[in-house]
């Protein structure tokens, strides 16, 4: 069955394969901070090699294999099909930005410029990078989530407000008790649930603790440029690798 398996397919790579891309990519993965597992180094030969030949490819594999390893692998060996080092740009879950700037920082140390472009500057980043070569001198990734690639900028904080009075003790400069009053206290609330939000960082898209809701939308009359349109206008040759981690929860718009 494996026979016929591979001759209806005619697969690019097969493992243990001596060509002449896999072996470049052999040497270029070894002496870096991490070496691949045997089976790690097949996949990204074979990606890499396939992209001689393909516009995307994807790994599939169990939780805990190295996936994000085999790809920070891959796109250090872009260079051999680019000739030149590569600018890659890197699509995760907000929560998986830290796995991969510290899966880069092991593996290559300085050897990669690593840029989170999560936050609420995004566009001011790739304005600065607008003004930059489209070729790197050394590689790079820029690293974003996958809400903020395709969320608007500026943004503000959005929940409702719960207004409540509570008897509390005022105290003058000295820190001595004057008086006893009733004082307003704000308590931000879900606009869905209505659960009591504790805790809500201003300069953090939160999300209710409860139901997920954003807490947060975009501000009326400002720009609407998101990341991802900057990208299309501003920068389309500046990107040479694009990388998207947990692919099934990024839009077909993204």
């Known amino acids: 069955m494996a026979d016929r398996l591979e ?26 901070g ?8 097949e996949v990204i030969c074979a990606i890499v090699k396939g992209y001689l030949m393909k516009r995307a490819l ?3 594999a169990e939780m805990g294999t190295g996936k994000t390893l085999m790809a920070s692998f891959v796109s250090w060996c872009m260079k051999i099909i680019l000739k030149h080092s590569p600018r890659a ?5 907000a929560t998986l930005i830290t796995t991969w ?3 880069y920082s092991s593996i290559f140390g300085d050897g990669v410029k690593v840029v989170d ?5 995004a566009i001011s980043m790739l304005a600065r990078l607008r003004m930059e070569p489209a070729r790197p001198d050394k590689p790079e ?3 974003c989530g996958l809400h903020r690639m395709k969320t608007a900028s500026p943004w503000q904080p959005s929940y409702f407000i719960k207004k409540t009075y509570e008897r509390r003790d005022v105290k003058d400069d ?5 008086h006893n009053a009733l004082v307003p206290v704000e308590t931000p609330i879900c606009p869905r649930c209505c659960t009591t939000q504790l805790n809500l960082l201003k300069t953090r898209r939160n999300r209710c603790s409860s139901c997920g809701e954003p807490l947060w939308g975009p501000i009326k009359g400002g720009r609407t440029y998101a990341p991802v349109n900057y990208i299309r206008k501003f920068l389309p040759t500046h990107f040479h690798f694009l990388i998207v981690d947990e692919v099934h929860k990024c839009a077909t718009s993204c």
């Open 58 to 60: 994807g790994i599939v």
């Open 117 to 121: 472009m999560n936050g609420p500057n």
């Open 7 to 32: 001759e209806a397919n005619n697969p690019v790579f097969k493992p243990g394969e001596q060509s002449g891309i896999s072996n470049t990519v052999r040497a270029m993965c070894r002496g870096q």
């Open 141 to 143: 990734v820029w690293i």
């Open 101 to 103: 700037e510290r899966e």
């Open 89 to 93: 740009l890197i699509l995760c879950p």
């Open 34 to 41: 991490k070496n691949p597992y045997v089976a790690q180094m």
């Open 174 to 178: 000295y820190g001595n008790v004057t």
